[in-house]
């Protein structure tokens, strides 16, 4: 018998599913309108996808985002979701492991993504209600080569078993400061400001996930979970920034830390356009796992090909041989979220 915090872990993977059949996302990066060039001068066998900084070095700049692990049938996914890691050499993050601290049955279902790609830029995932030692604990789980430390009040608050303590600062910096490997501080699917992220770049993260909404939605998930209360918190569907919103507020700042963008990822296209906006590497959760619950994990290596080739050939239409070349890509915003721009002053 699995544990009720291994269940939610089943009922989110089966909620976001349904919820993505019945409305697949629309991401927010369809605002956003790259302008074009009809003399690029590239040709698409130079372009490379690659991107790297001091800790890391993708061939591909998007990845395989946190979600599974802590039961017997999340566990299948992550071995899945491995396996189509190590054979298109994506990187991967895991689920919270915060389950497999409190259940010992829970372990295996993390560790075998790491059995499976030995080799891979995995990613530990815990919550920031945990302090370092926990932190530590889960990146030495999996043997992970970065931790992601989630944010997720609007979640909690829905969730009927949810936290009700947020003092996270000092769990965040401890984390930072202690663990043994790179750490991202990464939102759900609610966003993030400029002033959120430049608080956690006072407090020392590298990296920030700005994490927006358009894609998975927790708000709608958790409710969805609550079912006994029949209090439903409807009203904050749309709460937070979207992930257009949330790469116009880290743009804005002068000095910040490298930034990482998931949330509402639907194709190649919503890739280019986050890292035109600033995002270093995109994460891609909700519609890669309905690739490999639709179609298997052959299914989602076929999916990932092909935005690989698609990309490149994005690359060459807007005349970027590299990631280095995307800053100078001309873009305007709807007038949607150029009123967003004006009134938060970016
Ligand atoms: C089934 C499921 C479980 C998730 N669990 C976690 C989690 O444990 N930790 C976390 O940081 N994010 C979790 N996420 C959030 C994703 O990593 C991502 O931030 C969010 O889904 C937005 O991306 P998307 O629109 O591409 O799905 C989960 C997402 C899904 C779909």
Excluded: C
Aim: aromatic share 6%.
């Amino acid at each position: 018998m699995e544990s009720a915090h291994a269940h939610r872990k089943d009922e989110h993977l089966a909620l976001s599913e349904a919820e993505y059949r019945q409305h697949q996302p629309v991401s927010s990066l369809k605002q956003v309108r790259l302008i074009h060039n009809s003399l690029p001068e590239l040709k698409i066998d130079d372009v490379s996808l690659a991107v790297s900084d001091k800790n890391f070095n993708f061939t591909t700049p998007f990845y395989i985002e946190a979600m599974t692990g802590g039961s017997n049938r999340t566990g299948k996914i992550n071995k899945q979701l491995a396996e189509v890691a190590r054979k298109t050499g994506l990187a991967m993050a895991v689920g919270s492991q915060s389950v497999a601290l409190k259940d010992p049955e829970a372990i295996e279902s993390f560790t075998v993504a790491r059995q499976v790609n030995p080799d891979g830029f995995i990613i530990a995932n815990i919550g920031a209600g945990h302090n370092a030692k926990s932190a530590q604990q889960v990146v030495d789980m999996i043997g992970a080569n970065a931790l992601e430390v989630h944010i997720n009040v609007p979640q909690e608050i829905v969730m009927p078993e949810g936290d009700t303590d947020f003092m996270w600062l000092d769990n965040i910096a401890d984390i930072i400061q202690t663990v043994n490997v790179p750490v991202i501080i990464k939102e759900v699917g609610f966003g993030m400001t400029a002033e959120t992220i430049q608080t956690l770049h006072q407090l020392g993260a590298q990296y920030v996930n700005v994490g927006g909404r358009s894609g998975t939605n927790f708000a709608i998930i958790e409710d969805r979970r609550n079912r006994e209360q029949h209090r439903s918190f409807d009203f904050l569907y749309d709460w937070g920034q979207t992930t257009a919103e949330s790469l116009l507020e880290a743009r804005s700042l002068t000095d910040s830390p490298i930034i990482l963008a998931t949330g509402g990822i639907q194709d190649p296209l919503d890739v280019l356009k986050a890292q035109i906006m600033g995002a270093k590497a995109v994460g891609v959760a909700g519609h890669f796992l309905h690739t490999v619950l639709q179609n298997g994990p052959e299914g989602l290596i076929d999916e990932i090909e092909n935005w690989q080739r698609q990309l490149k050939k994005l690359y060459a239409l807007v005349g970027a041989k590299s990631a280095d070349d995307l800053t100078n890509v001309p873009y305007i915003l709807s007038p949607e979220l150029q009123n967003y721009k004006e009134q938060r002053h970016l």
